[in-house]
């Protein structure tokens, strides 16, 4: 992770910051207002991922979004400790990790799915996750590791017919010919939309997976 | 019924995984899948990128939960932490 810095999960640590600034601020705007700003910028987009990480520490979700909510409070009472410029991520993991630590996985400990020692080997990509018996092409792990925002996107993007259908096959899990009578098309034209949709998903991701780093070859046919 | 080679087992992933086949046609295709490599990667790419995908939709309550925690943080803000 290379992040050395530990962010006092402690809080109530601003007394000399805001006694510094309150000084020389008589013209500037609310301090508290443009933390705020800055946080909602910077943290905020990085939520949904942090709860995709949360849910691989706790075992069901409303633990994992109370998890990530007191992670991010956490943050936002220590974000003068965040030095602009390094690793955000790397720093919102590590109160997510202490958080979870401190009491959180204590209380939940029965329900925890997995270490928070896997996460950090999950986090650099060496932990056999869901894709354990999966040739690890580099596709299918930049896939896995896109956050749910970025898929969201990419299907929002689809036409809305073959989201309709992808929609409902992969993750409601209707049969081709509930589909067909929902959407008023045959079955052979909801299997045809639906093996579109997935392609065009993947190359849309592979895209926005290439514009993260990953090296996704560019093209497999 | 269909000989299921490579190019046909391919061209089913999406049914099968999506229980479409007869279970004979799906007997066929599970009896490709284990001797061929190729194949396998296939459908072990499909079944992760519908998990993918299905995950994603779980996480749309990240909205929500973003609402929730900045309403948090205001209050915080308002009462002088």
């Known amino acids: 992770m290379g992040a050395t810095f530990s962010p006092s999960i402690g809080g109530g640590f601003m007394g000399g910051v805001s006694l510094k600034s309150s000084a020389m601020t008589s013209k500037k705007a609310d301090p508290q207002a443009q933390k705020m700003r800055e946080f909602e910028e910077q943290a905020m987009p990085l939520m949904p991922m942090m709860l995709a990480i949360a849910k691989r520490i706790v075992a069901n979700s409303e633990d994992a979004e109370d998890l990530v909510q007191e992670t991010y409070i956490k943050a936002f009472k220590s974000w003068h400790q965040f030095q602009q410029g390094s690793n955000l991520k790397a720093w919102l993991i590590t109160i997510l990790r202490n958080t979870s630590k401190n009491g959180f996985e204590k209380a939940n400990r029965d329900k925890t799915r997995g270490s928070i020692d896997e996460l950090e080997e999950w986090q650099v990509g060496t932990a056999e996750s869901l894709t354990s018996r999966i040739t690890r092409s580099a596709e299918a792990e930049a896939l896995d590791n896109l956050p749910a925002e970025t898929v969201l996107k990419a299907l929002d993007a689809l036409p809305e017919d073959f989201r309709e259908v992808l929609l409902q096959a992969v993750v409601v899990g209707l049969s081709y010919k509930e589909i067909a009578t929902a959407t008023g098309v045959n079955p052979i034209t909801v299997g045809t939309r639906l093996s579109r949709a997935k392609e065009a998903l993947r190359v849309t991701l592979a895209d926005y997976a290439r514009e993260e780093g990953y090296s996704v070859p560019e093209d497999k046919e | ?81």
Do not use: W
């Not at chain 2, 080679?5 to 089913?12: F, G, L, N, S, W």
């Not at chain 2, 992760?48 to 803000?77: H, W, Y």
């Open chain 2, 1 to 81: 019924m269909t000989e299921f080679d490579c190019q046909e087992t391919k061209r089913h992933v999406h049914e099968f995984l999506q229980a479409e086949l007869t279970e004979a046609e799906m007997d066929e295709i599970t009896a490709h899948l284990a001797n061929c490599d190729s194949c396998e990667a296939d459908y072990d790419f499909e079944t992760l990128f519908n998990d993918v995908i299905k995950r994603s939709c779980d996480e749309v309550p990240a909205q929500e939960l973003s609402e929730r925690i900045l309403g948090k943080i205001r209050q915080t803000l308002a009462e002088g932490h």
